[in-house]
């Protein structure tokens, strides 16, 4: 664990308490930064809204602006969640500003969990940092999340939504999709992703609600792959682009959703060509070609892959992108998965039927599913699986297995072990 997430860990609260009293309460004691921040694109959803942040920055930098973002959950280091003008926070700067929010907070005699700590943090960073833009992710749901004391942003987007988190937003989707439409205010566009009819009812009687107009994927603007790039059209252009640098078919809706902001900023096409091919995420469908594990992949000539999506909407996007890549080039494959205790780990392997492989079940630091309890969930589908107790262990497994392909999957905290590995492989 890093000194950062350390000091995190041992001074607030570990627990996740949807609510705004505190974060206004904390804000209000720090001068209300989130009202001083450069324009603000607000970005929720369930799946998608860390490659989608990642594909507005890349465009908007290509543009010779400067950008902030807040993404969350961090991989390795904390700091990777707070970028200031392109680049991650110091240690020094986060821990002077640490400082600042824990005295606000006992001079308010308040309390606030991690998430709240850090996003005040954050706001405070972004507003002493001159940029042109902040990037704002929602870390869970949209309407209680602590993100959303933001009161003007320029633009509100919502990525697909879909069932996460359960135990916080229920298993309703029209319920959840009210959550995440909280974040669209009056006087800010809307851009949205292409969504099921009941969470788009939500997000448009959020909208009008608010007076917010709407951008609408499906609708407004559509985005596809085309001859090796990606085509972009809306009701006044064409747009004939590269494919983004991010794997994936679903890539191209996200990078559709990026484009259709940039537009919205008035960016320029080249902007946006070059921000498509220069766009990278790590754990999003990422080729591993350093670290001990990638090392240990080539010595049989195995590709090496990581993914960081832990519900059956990303597994039916993981599906797609190893159905393609085993159409075009057949290798005996191997999928090293672990999973967070709380995920459907039977809807993610449901949601991977049709793939050929192996599935080797490991646990990782935290709050993990038992291994025995995926594998089982795996055999459940139809998949030959069996359990490693530790990431080494199961890579020599997927060696002596044959494996020609390796993926590494189930959830982002696995996948920040994996990077965690080598310097070589920390997200920058």
């Not at 809204?49 to 594909?55: A, D, E, H, R």
């Not at 680049?87 to 907070?105: C, G, P, W, Y």
């Amino acid at each position: 664990m890093d000194s950062i997430s350390e000091r995190l860990k041992a001074r607030h609260p570990q627990r996740i308490d949807l609510s705004l009293g505190r974060m206004q309460a904390l804000c209000a004691a720090l001068g209300n930064p989130q009202n001083r921040l450069p324009p603000v694109i607000h970005v929720a959803g369930t799946n998608g809204k860390g490659s989608t942040v990642s594909l507005i920055r890349a465009i908007a930098e290509a543009a010779g602006l400067k950008v902030h973002t807040y993404t969350s959950p961090h991989l390795v280091r904390f700091n990777e969640r707070i970028r200031l003008a392109g680049k991650l926070i110091s240690d020094e700067q986060l821990n002077e500003i640490l400082d600042r929010v824990e005295a606000a907070m006992e001079a308010t005699g308040g309390q606030a969990t991690v998430f709240e700590s850090t996003t005040a943090a954050g706001f405070v960073a972004m507003s002493e940092t001159p940029a042109d833009l902040a990037i704002i992710e929602v870390g869970l749901g949209g309407i209680l999340d602590a993100t959303n004391i933001i009161e003007r942003p320029l633009l509100s987007v919502i990525t697909p939504v879909d069932l996460d988190h359960a135990e916080f937003l229920g298993t309703d989707l029209a319920g959840v999709a009210r959550e995440k439409a909280g974040i669209i205010k009056a006087g800010a566009r809307g851009i949205i992703a292409r969504q099921s009819e009941p969470a788009m009812a939500e997000i448009e009687r959020r909208a009008q609600e608010v007076g917010s107009p709407l951008t609408v994927a499906g609708v407004d603007f559509d985005s596809f792959a085309e001859r090796g790039g990606l085509a972009y059209q809306d009701q006044i252009r064409f747009l004939d682009l590269p494919a983004p640098a991010l794997s994936g078919n679903h890539q191209f809706d996200n990078a559709g959703l990026a484009i259709a902001v940039a537009l919205e900023l008035d960016l320029s096409e080249d902007a946006i060509a070059a921000g498509l091919k220069s766009v990278f995420w790590p754990a999003r469908m990422q080729r591993l070609t350093a670290g001990p594990y990638a090392e240990q992949a080539k010595t049989v000539d195995a590709e090496l892959w990581l993914d960081g999506g832990h519900n059956p909407h990303a597994a039916r996007a993981l599906g797609r992108v190893l159905g393609d890549r085993q159409s075009r080039s057949p290798r005996p494959s191997v999928l090293i998965v672990g999973m967070l205790s709380n995920k459907d780990a039977g809807g993610f392997f449901e949601a991977l039927k049709g793939i050929e492989a192996k599935v080797i079940a490991v646990p990782f630091d935290g709050a993990c599913a038992e291994p025995q309890s995926l594998a089982a969930a795996a055999q459940g589908c139809g998949f030959e699986a069996m359990t490693a107790n530790t990431m080494a262990e199961a890579m020599d497994r997927a060696v002596a297995l044959g494996a020609g392909r390796i993926v590494i999957c189930g959830s982002l905290y696995l996948a920040g072990e994996v990077l965690g590995a080598s310097p070589e492989t920390w997200p920058v």
